[in-house]
Structure formats: structure tokens, C-alpha cells
């Protein structure tokens, strides 16, 4: 469900680089059609499952991979526009999987805390920052 959601407004909205990488991050975690708390509360059952059992860990973590794949993909692919180092890449994309994950376990554990809307904005910034931070290449 949620990769049928990211590949649809990645595709209705992105065109530069930095677009789909907004793209991605909003598909992710951004209110409005197609949310579904329900969807992320699986997906955080999965993933707690994946810790114990050898076979779910197996497919969690090939789509992990997948996921993560294509974000680096993104990442190198806004690093290059920016005239920045694609050396940080990974760390990047592995930033925004852990903090995407980290706002989904806070979503379904202490929904109280979380103020409507705060996850996309706060991590598209966190993103863009981490790309400012890398070096210019000469």
C-alpha cells in the first residue's frame, strides 16, 4: 500500500530532482489523500515481528533495501543538481528511512505527542539540510 501511494505522488508531482525527493518524504508521511494509520501501524507490527522471526526479517529487510535503493538514488540525484559530494548518499537516505520510521512508531505509540503535520515538513528540512551540509565540489 504505501509504496503504491510513494510511486503515485512521486510521479504526479516530481520533475527536478529535489521535487522527488519532496515527493518521496510527503508521500511518506505528508496528511491528506491516501493516509492510512492503519497501513503504518502494520507496517511497525511487521517491522516489530522482523526482530523475532527469521523469515519476516528476511522480506522487511529486502524491502527495506528496495526503499532504500531508490532514495539514494534521489539523493545522489539532488547532490549532483546541488554541485555537492554524492559521498554522503547512503547516510542521507538512511537518515530519512530512520526518521520516517521513527515518526511512524511515534504516529501509532504516543499519538498525543505528535502534532498534526509536523513529520513531513520537519523531515524534508532535516533532509535538505543534511544535502546543504555536504561539500561543494570543486
Known amino acids: 500500500y504505501l509504496a503504491t501511494m510513494v ?3 512521486a510521479q ?3 520533475v527536478k530532482p529535489a521535487a522527488k525527493l519532496e515527493a ?3 508521500a511518506h508521511l505528508a496528511y491528506g489523500k491516501g493516509e492510512s494509520t492503519e497501513a503504518v501501524a502494520c507496517l ?3 517491522g516489530a515481528e522482523a ?3 527469521p523469515e519476516i526479517r528476511s ?3 529486502d524491502a527495506t533495501r528496495q526503499q532504500l535503493t531508490l532514495l539514494e538514488k534521489i539523493c545522489e540525484e539532488v547532490l549532483h543538481t ?3 559530494s554524492v559521498k554522503g548518499k547512503r547516510e542521507i537516505a538512511l537518515g530519512i528511512i530512520a526518521a520516517i520510521e521513527g515518526s511512524y512508531r511515534l504516529l501509532v505509540s ?3 505527542l505528535i502534532p498534526r503535520g509536523f513529520a513531513a515538513p520537519t523531515v524534508r528540512a532535516m533532509d535538505f539540510g543534511l544535502i546543504a551540509a555536504q561539500p561543494r565540489l570543486k
Do not use: F, M, S, W
Open 7 to 9: 510511486n503515485t505522488r
Open 12 to 14: 504526479t508531482r516530481a
Open 24 to 26: 518521496y518524504i510527503d
Open 44 to 46: 511497525i507490527a511487521i
Open 51 to 53: 526482530v523475532t522471526q
Open 59 to 61: 522480506a522487511y529487510q
Open 82 to 84: 546541488e554541485g555537492r
Open 110 to 112: 504516543a499519538p498525543d
